[in-house]
């Protein structure tokens, strides 16, 4: 079945940290890996990633995808309060290209 | 707006009842998935369509759950006889199918969702 595992499940930071957070995936016909966003309610893309070692950027917030790991990071620099929420990772796969939901990492910037 | 949306944004019912959820996604888009979240867990996969096909469905998906996408357009989920352990988020997503030969993957847009309550 396939699979989607992220840590940590929660992170309590003060503003101005830099935060990564991780996913790792065991999935049958990986096509792309995904980050979302997710405040008071529907997740907002981030960043779609589909080749190994090709950093995606925007803003403060980066992410890279190993293919050989079966893993990618998010990473958050100078974090500010309004970067809390959670951050969903997914993977498209199988034949019909769903999107497999990792259980998210919630993130709490304190001022 | 030209996101996805989705009607309505709360429904209250009592078990047992059947309800059902409407979706609209970006006009263009030609896949509509449907979700399904709790709190304090990432969304989880209950079916998806390519334009007016039902392509694939989850084991989570009970035969009181029924999904369809007449026209390739809209789409309905309805839930029959509904029990408490159905309170959840609804969510729904669309997407463009890639064209032969672009780029691999989609990403894919969420409406607003709609949240069941089965008192």
């Known amino acids: 079945e396939d699979k989607v595992v992220q840590s940590p499940l929660s992170l309590v930071v003060h503003e101005g940290d830099t935060v990564t957070l991780n996913c790792s995936y065991e999935?049958?016909?990986?096509?792309?890996l995904l980050w979302y966003k997710q405040e008071k309610k529907a997740p907002t893309f981030l960043f779609m990633l589909?080749?190994?070692?090709i950093e995606k950027k925007s803003g403060r917030l980066s992410s890279i995808l190993d293919k050989k790991e079966l893993s990618s990071i998010l990473n958050i620099t100078a974090t500010q309060t309004g970067d809390s929420a959670i951050y969903l990772c997914?993977?498209?796969?199988?034949?019909?290209?769903?999107?497999?939901f990792g259980a998210g990492t919630i993130l709490r910037v304190k001022s | 707006d030209t996101g996805v949306s989705q009607d309505p944004r709360h429904k209250i019912t009592k078990r047992g009842q059947n309800v059902t959820f409407r979706c609209d996604p970006i006009?263009?888009?030609?896949?509509l998935y449907w979700y399904r979240q709790t709190l304090g867990q990432g969304p989880e996969f209950l079916t998806y369509f390519q334009n007016e096909a039902q392509l694939e469905k989850s084991r989570l998906l009970s035969d009181r759950f029924s999904a369809e996408r007449p026209k390739g357009s809209f789409s309905t989920l309805e839930i029959q006889r509904t029990e408490q352990g159905d309170s959840a988020m609804y969510l729904c997503a669309s997407s463009l199918r890639p064209r032969r030969g672009g780029a691999r993957g989609t990403e894919a847009f969420f409406g607003q969702g709609t949240r069941l309550t089965v008192v």
């Open positions: 006009s263009e888009h030609n896949r």
């Open positions: 589909t080749s190994s070692g």
């Open positions: 997914a993977v498209e796969a199988g034949y019909g290209n769903k999107l497999v």
């Open positions: 999935v049958t016909n990986f096509r792309s």
